[in-house]
């Protein structure tokens, strides 16, 4: 899959280090060029030893580093040193290696929320650690100095890491007061605020009671929450960055005149109109533009779902984001970053996505239940008893326990815990789950709607009627398609190996680029290419003809390989009760043939990208929740318009990036799968809140009555933290 | 009781020393690669000398 991704290779070599590099490189001065490189096969210390080892020897390269948990190597090198150099050399030593782009994986290296957290987190725990210690002693039954002088000491110790660990607390709840909201954060603060400000009151005067445990372990609990939420996005944000750093974003710009034309390499964002640029077969188009030089054909499928390829010669339009596949071609740029028909789509996606981000949480919908009630009730409690006693500091103390007691703890856990759980199951399987609110949606998924091209087939033609030629016919079909690099000659090649054929003996071959091959074959031209060229007649399907001579062409028929588990998959849906449409942009006959092949009764043919985000707006307002799985430009709306959406690797960046789920392996079958686990997952969540709800139930009315030591505020508040965890553990 | 003047310190500065470790370990980046931390160990290249 991430061969399938790169780049074409670069030629330059002093440019091919980073984007960053090269602007150090026009300065005077030369400086060191930081190269990083995926290594997904290495797996063991020898190969971590091997990979440094084969670094290190070579010329230029000052360090490198192995990063096994990422499986990545890190290089500082000498100017002039390139990746693609260091990659061959890696290459030949066995180990597979891609290049990325270093500023694109800026975010993942410094994790600086991750470790700020993590911090705060181990402060909150040694201090709850030594609080708990002391708050022992004086739940023993410590009087007197002794209970006074343990409180102030676990006011000491509680104050400055409050100060410190609660803060990520703190600044939330104050931007949502600001905003005029109230989120979990708010009771959180307040109840922490209150704990200890009362408790502080408290040691003053040498009362009994303090909770400065209890504030102290409210916020490791919490925190560890927080973390564990961290945890999870990050991972999936670090896995989602790499499939963005895998597309170098570096075209070779034509300068100079016609005859003495020099290129360069620059990076895509420094074109501009008019540029000149230089596509090589099996490169991407990286703006909009007409063809000035050249013939090719284009693989258009990721833009419209179109699997038969487009011949384009001079004067012919291209749009970013198709294929080139046989020929080098020059185009004049037409439009260039944000103008370009696939930033243009963007708007579209913009549009489509305001309807899913009115999606409230689990969280945020149990939060707005929940704050106001937990407010109200701490005001009530502070209320009566000041009514009854006319003693503030007796009612500010009940107050205090009752906000302690039902102080979201096992709330914030409840919804974290489980994510992290059904997230690192998912990811094993190989589904990347990138936004946190993507279960939960997906566990309420009725309808699943599929994209043909690329999604439910590999997008990797293959012959299908190879029994209706001779043997000797096949002989030449296979020594012409050898000597191609177009993806239907090479699908055809291995289909005849594979029969067992051996190639005729050809002469004066000849590539026509956007054409096909020509040669000579016992006197006679033979051709393998498009039907308009060898002069085939016209087909439903994709094809590539074969003419002998002056005998008529006869067509090798071409049709899409399904996908590994596509069918399977569709069967266990439609078993389970989804309905299931196939959507594509693809001509009618095509598509209902595909539908037919895998039993799909509802399918759409010759969608266009508005067609699709239609059609998904339609069903959602006809009540149905749809996931869509889809990989093109195509379906970048349709993708962001549903309810949830799953997009494979090997889909356009564009695709990748509004989907909430990516799927890293070939097959399909995990998708079922995530559907599963993302029902337990919701299960387990709404379990959490309930085993939350019933030790609210349990310990507020002692709170309010008076009754609520803080010994008994630490065990609720401990126990359902503790359980809430282990409930979520059994997903795993 | 007069022994809590000294137990207390005692358990404060332990623990606190715990901490420090810690917050060491994270400031000097040693949770990015934990499996190749595990697998370098495996292998003699680093006896002499670490990875720098």
Known sequence: MTVAMRPAASACPACSAAPAAEALADAAQPSDVNIVLSLPSIHCAACISGVEGLLGATDGVRGARVNLTLKRAQIDAAPGTTADDLIKLLENAGFEAHELDSTALRAT??????????????????????????SVAVWSGAEGPTRDMFHWISAAIALPTIAFSAQPFFKHAWTALRAGRLNMDVPISLAILLALGTS???????GEHAYFDAAITLTFFLLAGRYLDHRTRAAARSAAEELAALEVPRVSRVTGTSDGAAEEQVPASELAIGDLIRVRPGGRMPVDGDIID?????????LTGETRPIYAGPGATVSAGEVNLTGPLTIRASAVGRDTSLHRMADLVAVAESGRSRYTS???KAAKLYAPGVHILSALAFAGWFAYTLDLRTALNIAAAVLIITCPCALGLAVPAVTTAASGRLFRKGLLIKESTALERMAQVDTVVFDKTGTLTAGAPQVVNLKDHARRDLGIALALAEGSSHPLSQSLARAIQKAGIAPANLSNITEFPGHGTQATWQGQTV??????????????????????GDVVAEP?????????????LVTRLQQNGYDVILMSGDTTQAVEAFANRLGIPEWIAEALPEDKAAKVADLTVQGSRVLMVGDGLNDTAALAGAHASISPATALDAARVASDVVLLGHS????????DTSRTAIRRIRQNFRIATWYNIIAVPLAVAGLCSPLIAALAMSASSITVSLNALRLK | MNVLAYLIPVSLILGGIGLAAFVFTVKSRQYEDPEGAAQRILSDDYDDHPKP
Not at chain 1, 294 to 302: A, F, N, P, V
Not at chain 1, 527 to 548: H, M, N
Not at chain 1, 556 to 566: E, M, S, T, V, W
């Open chain 1, 109 to 134: 290296e410094t994790d600086k929320a991750g470790r700020d957290l993590l911090m705060r987190l181990a402060v909150a725990g040694f201090a709850a650690m030594n609080v708990m210690l002391l």
């Open chain 1, 362 to 364: 689990l969280a945020d």
């Open chain 1, 668 to 675: 399909l079958d995990p998708i079922s799968d995530a559907l």
């Open chain 1, 527 to 548: 051709q393998l290419g498009r039907a308009s060229w060898v002069g085939g007649g016209e087909s439903p399907d994709t094809c590539a003809w074969l003419r002998i």
């Open chain 1, 200 to 206: 502080l009151w408290e040691t003053s005067l040498s």
């Open chain 1, 556 to 568: 090798f028929r071409f049709a899409d390989q399904i996908r590994d588990g596509a069918e399977a």
């Open chain 1, 294 to 302: 050249g013939q090719s054909e284009l693989d258009r499928s990721l």
